[in-house]
């Protein structure tokens, strides 16, 4: 069996495993029959059955969505910017879908077709402008990166602002700003789950573009690409994922940066394997660091961004200085 | 077959090519030369149709401004001066020559996989086949782009610098290959700095000096004319081995 496969294993069953956990730790203690029994018996008016469908259940599934949202997001926009530092995150992304999210919030708009809309416009708009000026300017790798912090301190510091006139929002959006899924609700997630969905899909069907677009806008071109089409398809797409992520996952970081270098390493750069090999991941690494928030300091729970960033950061260190041996990312 | 038609470019206000006429036959090679920055890199793009220009490039009869992206890269392969190293395997890269072939929604068959493995064979680059294209010499990099335009399998084939970064013996072979091609009917438009090896695969030369095309005839008549020698500014000397074969150094 090839080292890819076993690493596709080995993340499927901690996926299913982390899952199943996710469903049954919390106050109420639940056992993997009550889930199968609430699933598939119809036996949905006990208040066990009723803490799996519309608590647990949604929570679950928003962690995976939004791992698999913003590590195949991080994926399309480092292979399409050639940046292995780029992400939703560290390019501003993220943060022009928070701005949208906070904008709906003060504004009353708090449906969730409305929030993961905005928040999909918004990521679209950010990336598509960085990405503009990156081509105009014919700006560096480092340039962009620096550009996308820049753009990311300039939204972060207007939805402060707005957090600061209207307290009420600064209450709603107190999670959002550290990332987390405890008020995860289906309203919330059902929009954004189709857009991810949908995204996920598209992704997955345009791995090949993918691959040619790495080769560099001359050879992609002569292979018959139309680049500039190709590469907005292909940020609007990653911005629909990071945009419906964040819409109910709230701001979360490292997902978009660590989860494709670290599946890299194992199944290289073609996007018809690593695509989905990261979306695995994505929705594993995030499942994991939920559950995680609510063992490690039980009875209290944190934040998921707190666990995330606490693993996140660490393991990014270890892939950028790992095996890079004075070579430019 | 191209035909190059009164073709002007800029990059901007900066007029690059002027009033550029050139035809590249079937069957032979044809070699632009000239001094860095006289706009021979430019000439290839802009035949490609990668970036826009006035007057006309016909390729097969075809003008190529009627024809869409996809349907022009499957007449004409464009070998990059700049070749980005990527993290896909050599392999992978060579199938992305395929992509003017993919019907929607862009799927390799094994028919694309057999013609990418050929051409990875037939530019011994199988030892190499699943190795990243970021880390190979710059050589072996060049090696793989010339076998994914042959895996682009298109009649008509433009080399930007094909022999950049190559050792002697690879520089020989890479203009074999190129010979091979036009042999097989392909009309093979190549840029190249290395004027004595232009001379001696060419069976055309352009002399491009300040976006103009100076000189256009054979290596012989372009040697005896004194041009090159105008225009690079270094002396050319003529050899000829007992069965024909003809060297300038």
Same mark, same amino acid.
């Given at each position: 069996m090839t080292d890819i496969r076993i690493f596709v294993l080995i993340l499927s069953a901690v996926l299913v495993g982390s899952a199943v956990l996710s469903i049954c730790i919390g106050t109420v203690k639940i056992t993997p029959q009550q889930i199968l029994r609430a699933l598939f $018996?119809?036996? !949905?008016?006990t208040p066990e059955a009723r803490i799996i469908l519309y608590s647990r259940l949604p929570r679950t599934v928003a962690c995976i969505l939004a791992g698999a949202g913003l590590a195949v997001s991080g994926a399309i926009i480092q292979a399409v910017l050639a940046n !292995?530092? &780029? $992400?939703p995150g560290i390019i501003g992304v993220n943060a022009g879908a928070g701005l949208a999210v906070n904008i709906c919030i003060a504004a009353g708009a708090v449906s969730g077709w409305m929030i993961a809309g905005m928040s999909f416009l918004s990521a679209m708009v950010t990336v598509l402008l960085l990405a503009f000026a990156a081509e105009k300017t014919m700006a560096g790798k480092i340039t962009v990166i620096l550009g996308g912090v820049a753009v990311s301190s300039f939204f972060t510091a207007i939805s402060e602002a707005i957090v600061s006139v209207d307290p009420d929002v600064g209450l709603m959006s107190s999670d959002f700003r550290i990332g987390?899924? $405890? &008020?995860?609700?289906s309203q919330r997630l059902l929009p954004a789950g189709i857009l991810i969905a949908s995204a996920l899909l598209f992704a997955f069907l345009m791995s090949n573009e993918l691959d040619v677009i790495t080769l560099g806008d001359d050879t992609a071109s002569g292979v018959g690409m139309n680049v500039r089409r190709m590469r907005s398809i292909l940020l609007i797409t990653a911005a629909c994922l990071s945009g419906a992520s964040v819409s109910f996952a709230g701001l979360l970081g490292f997902v978009g940066l660590v989860v494709p270098s670290a599946v890299r390493k194992f199944t290289g750069s073609e996007g018809r394997i690593m695509l989905p090999v990261t979306a695995v991941a994505g929705g594993c690494f995030v499942t994991v660091c939920d559950v995680l928030s609510r063992i490690i300091f039980r009875p209290h729970e944190v934040p998921a961004g707190i666990i995330i960033s606490f693993i996140g950061g660490p393991v990014f260190l270890f892939l950028l200085f790992r095996d890079r041996k004075g070579q430019e990312i | 077959m191209i035909e190059i038609c009164s073709l002007s470019a800029s990059y901007g206000k900066t007029k690059v090519l002027s009033d550029i006429s050139l035809t590249v036959p079937n069957g032979k090679i044809t070699v632009a030369a000239g001094l860095?920055?006289?706009?021979k890199t430019t000439l290839l793009r802009s035949v490609a149709g990668l970036m826009p220009y006035s007057g006309t490039v016909k390729v097969d009869g075809t003008d190529v401004n009627s024809l869409g992206r996809r349907e022009t890269s499957k007449k004409i392969a464009y070998l990059a001066q700049m070749k980005t190293p990527s993290d896909l395997t050599v392999f992978r890269t060579v199938l992305c020559g395929r992509y003017p072939h993919l019907p929607f929604p862009h799927i390799f068959t094994q028919s694309d996989r057999d013609i990418a493995e050929s051409a990875v064979k037939t530019m011994y680059l199988s030892d190499v086949a699943d190795k990243k294209t970021s880390q190979l010499s710059g050589g072996l990099l060049q090696k793989t782009g010339i076998a994914m335009i042959l895996a682009q399998q298109a009649g008509n084939i433009l080399l930007d610098e094909p022999t950049a970064f190559l050792d002697a013996s690879s520089r020989l072979r890479l203009m074999d290959r190129a010979r091979h091609m036009a042999d097989e009917g392909k009309a093979v438009l190549a840029v190249l700095h290395d004027l004595p090896l232009a001379l001696r695969y060419a069976d055309k030369v352009a002399v491009i000096k300040d976006g103009s095309i100076f000189a256009e005839g054979s290596p012989e008549e372009i040697y005896a004319s004194g041009i090159a020698e105008k225009i690079f500014g270094v002396k050319l000397y003529r050899t000829e081995t007992d069965d024909g074969v003809r060297y300038f150094y």
């Open positions: $018996s119809g036996e !949905r008016d !292995r530092l &780029a $992400s987390g899924f $405890s &008020a995860v609700s | 860095n920055g006289c706009g």
